[in-house]
């Protein structure tokens, strides 16, 4: 029987920021995950302050890009790059309205960091009415990180490839099979639903597709967005997306929905292109936008880290640090996020 003092099942962002408060305070885990596509695997990794349907910020936008950045940096120690790319982003306005409100929404205090005062106009592409730039954004190279993250853990036997089995947990002791643990965080997303501990958080599946294609003829090194964002990409290929449907449940590809990036896509960009992948994956959101996380009403040292809706890489980087020190300390949970508020 092996002592281990934490289990953490899935490895999306909400798994992987977790195992990297585990390995920046010295604690030993195991982390469950098959490997497969998810849904962080195919986000575009944006990290954006403004919400570009109307411009306005977020709850935490400023402190949650100041957690990113610094845990980016500790992961370089041990992963050898940060895997972030700070970038401004190019918001393409829909018609001269658009330019106006965004002019006016600069002057207020909480926006004023993030929207530029500059109008731009950007040659390659389709801006008829310019863009206004948004800064102190940008992404993660996605690929990249998950394949180094998944390297690290890999290379220091962290990493279980496979389905955890509910079945085989003890709840009294958290032995699970030759394993003694002491604390166990179920981190699984959408699939949450399956998890007979948790599957009463209300977490609603927000399917989004995206595609990433080959165009030829387009060298653009900057992000730009209409209703979806465009992304140059480490191989020279170029990412768009991703769609938002709360109501579709399939996990197949929608053609709708990769109509409907491809018609996004000829408005931007003149150049002709080819898809080369297309995928979809349910983001797990929660009605009131918040994730949800904290201990099991019952279970002793039974967590869940979930909820982290269009904004994985943000909220994985900023909330697994309080859970962390929720679970060793006993610092209190934000009421906005603590799971008390569907209990
Ligand atoms: C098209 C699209 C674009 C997006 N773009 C962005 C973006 O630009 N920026 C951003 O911040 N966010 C973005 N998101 C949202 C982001 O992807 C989600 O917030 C994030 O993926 C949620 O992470 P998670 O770890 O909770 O879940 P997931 O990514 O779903 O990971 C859960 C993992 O748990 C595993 N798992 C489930 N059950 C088990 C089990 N029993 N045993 C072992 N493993 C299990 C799954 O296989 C999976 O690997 C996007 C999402 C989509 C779909």
């Known amino acids: ?98 330019e106006l409100l965004w002019l006016k929404k600069r002057q207020r205090a909480d926006l004023t960091p993030f929207l530029s005062d500059e109008i731009h106009h950007l040659d390659e592409i389709n801006n008829p009415y310019q863009c206004g730039k948004v ?76 595609i990433e294609v080959k165009i030829e003829e387009l060298t653009l090194q900057n992000v730009v967005k209409k209703k979806h964002f465009l992304i140059p990409l480490e191989n020279g290929n170029f990412y768009y997306g991703g769609t938002y449907d709360r109501e579709d449940t399939h996990p197949e590809i929608n053609p709708l929905a990769v ?28 009605a009131d936008r918040r994730p949800i996380m904290g201990k099991h009403p019952q279970y002793n040292n039974v967590f869940v880290f979930n909820g982290l809706g269009a904004r994985g890489v943000l909220n994985g980087a900023y909330f697994s640090r309080q859970l962390f020190a929720f679970i060793e300390n006993g610092t209190p949970i934000d009421d906005e996020v603590a799971i008390e508020r569907f209990l």
């Open 259 to 286: 109509q409907e990036l491809t018609e996004g896509l000829s408005w931007i960009c003149n150049q002709n292109f080819e898809i080369v992948e297309k995928n979809t994956a349910f983001r797990p959101t929660v």
């Open 135 to 210: 800064m102190q954004g940008g992404y993660l190279h996605v690929a990249s990180f998950f394949e180094s993250f998944y390297d690290y853990l890999s290379q220091n036997e962290y990493w279980v490839q496979e389905l955890f089995d509910y079945q085989k947990l003890d709840t009294d002791t958290l032995q699970y099979k030759n394993n003694q643990f002491q604390h166990i965080v179920f981190c699984e997303g959408n699939a949450v639903q399956h998890n007979p501990f948790f599957s009463f958080i209300p977490i609603k599946p927000n399917k989004g597709h995206q």
């Open 1 to 98: 029987m092996r002592n281990i003092d934490y289990c953490i099942v899935g490895g999306g962002y909400a798994g992987l920021f977790f195992a990297h408060q585990c390995i920046l305070n010295g604690k030993s885990f195991l982390l469950f995950d098959k490997g497969m596509r998810s849904a962080s695997k195919i986000s575009a990794g944006m990290v954006n302050p403004v919400v570009l349907k109307k411009f306005n910020t977020f709850w935490l936008a400023s402190e949650q890009i100041e957690m990113l950045t610094a845990t980016m940096q500790e992961m370089k120690c041990y992963l050898g790059k940060t895997f972030f790319v700070q970038n401004p982003i190019y918001r393409i306005f829909h018609d001269p309205n658009e």
